[in-house]
């Protein structure tokens, strides 16, 4: 079953602060985000790593708010930030961390032997925190399903264009074309098959407001159920993505109040304007109410 109608939580938009940038992270409560990831891989320069991970940690330990999920990105397993990323990472205690450039289930299990060895260290249960992983080169698009199924702990998959832009050579341009379509439409077949989030890449120009409207818009039809952010400005655009409208709203209420009646009649199918009204029909606008409510808009 996927997250969207089972987890607990909205997870329409996660919004990238680079964990040296003060300024940036006292900012982050305050924005809106539905998650917010905290970011000690590319979004930090190599030589501000220590100081980024002591302004993480004491940040993360002053928050007090449950109203956002807070994630920490570490850098990649195969680089020399990530034991000191990993043992500041659980000690800041997150809602989940982020792996960037995972290509195969035997990287997020060598992640898993370090993760599972800092949580005995630390005194907490062995597997208790959680993962998104990215997915950012054409190994790790190939090998989506067996990713999204190697782990409980395993909450989504994170597209990351630009780096599988980099790894195809290719300029990463607009992803509602090309092979970056194709993986997206990969990535959501992995991660819903497997039950978990499927959270589409950032849209590069923080200007361009119109395109990412349009590049939301797709991402929520194709199945995402949420979206990556580098900057406050596209949170509102990705929210009104990823939750229903008022007219989506009635127009559930109205098919799911057709549907009822024909149940109580002893009917399986009827139609509404011309539309096949079936049980699946249902179960998909019931999920559509259900978004709303998590959403305040019922
Ligand atoms: N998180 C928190 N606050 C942010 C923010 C972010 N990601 N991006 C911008 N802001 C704040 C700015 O600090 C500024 O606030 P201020 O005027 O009080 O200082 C306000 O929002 C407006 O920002 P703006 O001037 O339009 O943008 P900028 O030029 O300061 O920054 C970026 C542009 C792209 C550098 C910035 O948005 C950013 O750092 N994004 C994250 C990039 C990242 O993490 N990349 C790695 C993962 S892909
Ligand atoms: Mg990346």
Redesign the pocket.
């Known amino acids: 079953m996927s997250t969207v109608e089972a987890g607990p939580r909205l997870r329409r938009s996660f919004?990238?602060?680079?964990g040296s940038?003060e300024?940036?992270?006292l900012?982050?409560p305050g924005?809106g985000a539905d998650a917010?990831?905290l970011?000690l891989?590319?979004?930090v320069a190599a030589t501000r790593k220590a100081e980024a991970r002591r302004q993480i940690l004491a940040f993360l330990q002053a928050q007090t708010s449950h109203a956002i999920e807070w994630l920490i990105?570490l850098n990649g397993v195969d680089t020399p930030h990530f034991e000191a990323d990993l043992e500041a990472g659980v000690r800041a205690g997150p809602d989940a961390l982020v792996i960037p450039k995972v290509d195969s289930p035997e990287t997020l299990h060598q992640v898993d032997a370090h993760l599972t060895e800092a949580e005995h260290a630390a005194a907490r249960v062995p597997g208790s925190l959680k993962l998104f992983v990215q997915i950012e080169s054409a190994r790790g698009v190939l090998n989506a399903p067996a990713i999204a199924t190697a782990m409980p702990r395993l909450l989504g998959l994170m597209l990351?264009h630009?780096d599988l832009s980099a790894d195809l050579g290719i300029r990463a341009g607009r992803a509602g074309e090309g092979i970056v379509y194709h993986a997206r439409c990969q990535l959501v077949l992995a991660a819903r098959a497997a039950g978990v989030d499927a959270v589409d890449t950032?849209h590069l120009n923080?200007q361009d407001q119109d395109g990412l409207r349009a590049e939301a818009a797709q991402a929520a039809a194709l199945g995402f159920t949420g979206k990556?952010?580098?900057?406050?400005?596209q949170l509102p655009i990705i929210h009104e993505a990823f939750t229903p409208s008022a007219e989506r709203v009635q127009q559930a209420e109205k098919i799911l109040e057709v549907w009822r009646a024909a149940e109580a009649e002893g009917r399986g199918v009827c139609t509404l304007d011309g539309a096949l009204v079936e049980r699946p029909v249902a179960a998909g606008e019931r999920r559509i109410l259900e978004r709303a409510r998590r959403a305040g808009r019922l």
């Open positions: 919004l990238f602060v680079p940038e300024r940036k992270l900012k982050a924005l917010v990831i970011d891989e590319d979004g990105r990351g630009v950032i923080i990556l952010a580098i900057h406050p400005a």
